[in-house]
């Protein structure tokens, strides 16, 4: 089964810095693009970061400097080290798996995420 | 940066009634480059249609996606009590390589 599980949410003060991880299960991990993306309570969802395949990283101007994502292929997991967070990053914290597939009859590709994992929240307060 | 526009914010309808959910986009965008989630009460966002149309696998044909340039449409055919949810639509730019949602549509039964 195709899985994706977040943890190390918790309750951080403001200021604090946490890390999360996503362990993924059932395909072929190093193959795939891998995001994350947030919800706070109440309002949309949030794309934070992005890793390729081939590591190269890339992210929103909001999350630059104070967000970092990585991933280590031999244990199939992806990760996401927050510093300096703020009351308003309190949200549930999910990780999805991206896929990159050629369209057909085109030299364009379809660009989507497809599996996500349940979340892991994260509060921040003093 | 392009920006998505989501319209109705909410949506009232019963059980058995077509949905129609827009989505706008500051810029002309590839279709390929154009997908729906759909995000249920207490659950992860579950991708519904990817690059305009296309159904997510194990996704209802009841669902169908289309559109073009800063136009897009997820239409819900015959809708449940289970399709109650925050629909988004999100969009890929190559050159920045980002990734935006919009701000959703709430679907109410």
């Known amino acids: 089964e195709v899985q994706l599980v977040e943890s190390g949410g918790g309750l951080v003060q403001p200021g604090g810095s946490l890390s999360l991880s996503c362990a993924a299960s059932g395909f072929t991990f190093k193959n795939y693009d891998m995001h994350w993306v947030r919800q706070v309570p109440g309002k949309g969802l949030e794309w934070l970061s992005s890793?390729?395949?081939?590591?190269?990283?890339y992210s929103p101007a909001s999350t630059q400097g104070r967000f970092s994502i990585s991933r280590d292929n031999a244990r199939n997991s992806l990760f996401l080290h927050l510093t300096n967070l703020e009351v308003g990053d309190t949200a549930v914290y999910y990780c999805?798996?991206?896929?990159?597939?050629?369209?057909?009859?085109?030299?364009?590709?379809?660009?989507?995420?497809?599996?996500w994992g349940k979340g892991t929240a994260v509060v921040v307060s003093s | 940066e392009i920006v998505l526009t989501q319209s109705p914010g909410t949506l009232s309808l019963s059980p058995g009634e077509r949905a129609t959910l827009s989505c706008r986009t500051s810029q002309s965008i590839s279709s390929s480059h154009l997908a729906w989630y759909q995000v249920k009460p207490g659950q992860a966002p579950r991708l519904l249609i990817y690059g305009t149309s296309n159904r997510a696998t194990g996704i209802s044909d009841r669902f169908s996606g289309s559109g073009s340039g800063t136009d897009f449409t997820l239409t819900i055919s015959r809708l449940e009590p289970e399709d109650l949810a925050v629909y988004y639509c999100q969009q890929y730019g190559r050159s920045p390589r980002i990734f935006t949602f919009g701000p959703g549509t709430k679907v109410e039964i």
């Open positions: 999805a798996r991206g896929s990159v597939v050629a369209r057909p009859f085109s030299y364009d590709h379809y660009y989507y995420m497809d599996v």
């Open positions: 890793i390729a395949t081939a590591g190269d990283t």
